[in-house]
């Protein structure tokens, strides 16, 4: 099936975890101010901490294996870093003010850098990055929010093209939050009820129609989140034939926040500002 301009609603494709079948495991880490998180296939989560201006590497124990930052412009320090991307090798970490992205190693040594001149005119520039993924191939994504688009580099930091501005027509982005990549290089853009997704190349596909407010995006692996700052929705892209799967955590605590949120071995695991929350979940 070819794709011009489909909206797919999802309210009409939903289904409901029921709260019997979500069992609260524990709790992990300790953070003033949490922005992202991103959990790779060794077990590993890295988290940005945008209160200290910090990023944190965990176990899924809860240990902290190694950590950076604090307040500042050289490398491995940040002012506000607002998401966070890992793979096995990499990890990459949108340092918003400082209008960069830092790319380290798994052990969070500094590796290099991807900036632009934030008052020039050229065209490729990106502002105020608020989201950064890479696919398979090595490619590098970032979500220029100042100027609405996203901004393609290859894995040594060439840009390659840009997409999603003005000359997108209908695939136009209005006010994007977060990019995600399923592993078949499909980006996922959330921009408020709107999910806009895109090729590897750019090209427009479909949307998808949210029937709520979502304040995130997670792909990890071929598992899809978004999320509002209480309930969330997911959808394993493998099987995207099955219905979405409506979650409304219990045991939440009254005042926490979701930040973010991501699925995976049956396993929910929930960023809030302070620390992340595990469940187990039946039959999902």
């Not at 060794?42 to 899924?60: E, Q």
């Not at 020039?120 to 993924?133: H, L, V, W």
């Amino acid at each position: 099936m070819s794709f011009n301009y489909v909206i797919i609603f999802l309210l009409f494709l939903t289904s409901l975890i029921n709260s019997q079948d979500i069992v609260y495991q524990k709790s992990l880490g300790e953070f003033e101010n949490a922005t992202a998180f991103s959990f790779t296939p060794t077990g590993n989560f890295y988290i940005a901490d945008a209160g200290k201006n910090d990023i944190i590497k965990l176990d899924t124990l809860g240990n902290i294996l190694q950590s950076i930052g604090g307040y500042g412009w050289e490398t491995s320090t940040f002012d506000e870093p607002v998401d966070i991307y890992a793979t096995d090798l990499r990890v990459y970490v949108t340092d918003k003010n400082n209008n960069r992205i830092q790319v380290f190693d798994k052990d969070l040594n500094y590796l290099f850098m991807l900036k632009t001149d934030g008052n020039s005119d050229d065209k490729n520039n990106f502002i105020y990055p608020t989201s950064c993924a890479t696919s398979i191939q090595g490619d590098i994504y970032i979500l220029d929010s100042d100027n609405s688009r996203i901004m393609k580099y290859n894995s040594e930091g060439v840009f390659l093209i840009e997409f999603g501005g003005y000359d997108s027509g209908e695939f136009q982005l209005v006010d994007p939050i977060k990019l995600g990549i399923a592993q078949d290089s499909k980006l996922f853009v959330l921009d408020d009820e709107i999910v806009t997704v895109f090729d590897q190349f750019g090209m427009g596909l479909f949307k998808l129609k949210l029937d709520f407010a979502a304040v995130n995006l997670n792909i990890t692996f071929d598992n899809f989140v978004v999320n509002d700052e209480r309930q969330l929705y997911y959808l394993n892209l493998r099987n995207p034939t099955k219905k979405i799967a409506k979650i409304i955590p219990p045991n939440l605590p009254e005042n926490a926040v979701i930040v973010e949120a991501t699925i995976f071995n049956n396993l929910l695991y929930i960023l809030t500002e302070n620390e992340i929350l595990v469940y187990s979940i039946i039959n999902i």
